[in-house]
T-cell receptor
Framework: AQSVTQLDSQVPVFEEAPVELRCNYS??????LFWYVQYPNQGLQLLLK??????LVKGINGFEAEFNKSQTSFHLRKPSVHISDTAEYFC?????????????FGTGTQLKVEL | NAGVTQTPKFRVLKTGQSMTLLCAQD?????MYWYRQDPGMGLRLIHY???????AKGEVPDGYNVSRLKKQNFLLGLESAAPSQTSVYFC??????????????FGPGTRLTVT
């Protein structure tokens, strides 16, 4: 079984400052990793994903994440945030199980960007 | 393409009533999923389907039933609603490995309140 830990439930940050949202996972098999964003009263939208290859993954809206296998982490970063980045961010892990690509989600991190 | 759509968007039920939530996707995806989202708990998988006519239990299946009679539709039923089922319900769909890299596409959600 897989699990995902997002230690920070809320992250306040000023506009134009950098931000890092932390994600750690555990799994006994190889995994695929995802970050999704949820804007208020909307569904989830994929920010980026790691399947294989380069450990630095770039996504939409200027976000990037780095897969670190030894630390079992997949932290999300943005060098300069904007007010419009205020949203909830979910890290998720998927493993090959032969029964559909089920995702296990973290509990989410609320990013609040302030002026 | 509309992607993943959910009907209804909002619903209020009294304890003991029944209802069905409809999910439809127009991407010809094999896999479909139902999640519930509760504050501080992320998204939890209720049931999923790996193809027309097949369904399986997820992490929190009790109190729910599903059916996948057509490839493009996935129905979630509550036979006797309970206040503990007050939540936001999300449907998602995906293709098998090799077609979309395990990415799941989400609908806009259904907000259900059980009084």
């Amino acid at each position: 079984a897989q699990s995902v830990t997002q230690l920070d439930s809320q992250v306040p940050v000023f506009e134009e400052a950098p931000v890092e949202l932390r994600c750690n996972y555990s799994s006994s098999v190889s995994v695929y990793l995802f970050w999704y964003v949820q804007y208020p009263n909307q569904g989830l939208q994929l920010l980026l994903k790691y399947l294989s290859g380069s450990t630095l993954v770039k996504g939409i809206n200027g976000f990037e994440a780095e897969f670190n296998k030894s630390q079992t982490s997949f932290h999300l970063r943005k060098p300069s945030v904007h007010i419009s980045d205020t949203a909830e961010y979910f890290c998720a892990v998927s493993a090959l199980t032969g029964g559909g690509n089920k995702l296990t989600f973290g509990t989410g991190t609320q990013l609040k960007v302030e002026l | 393409n509309a992607g993943v759509t959910q009907t209804p968007k909002f619903r209020v039920l009294k304890t003991g009533q029944s209802m069905t939530l409809l999910c439809a996707q127009d991407m010809n995806h094999e896999y479909m999923y139902w999640y519930r989202q509760d504050p501080g708990m992320g998204l939890r998988l209720i049931h999923y389907s790996v193809g027309e006519g097949t369904t399986a239990k997820g992490e929190v299946p009790d109190g729910y039933n599903v059916s996948r009679l057509k490839k493009q539709n996935f129905l979630l039923g509550l036979e006797s609603a309970a206040p503990s089922q007050t939540s936001v319900y999300f449907c998602a769909s995906s293709s098998p490995l090799g077609e979309s890299g395990y990415e799941q596409y989400f609908g806009p959600g259904t907000r259900l309140t059980v009084t």
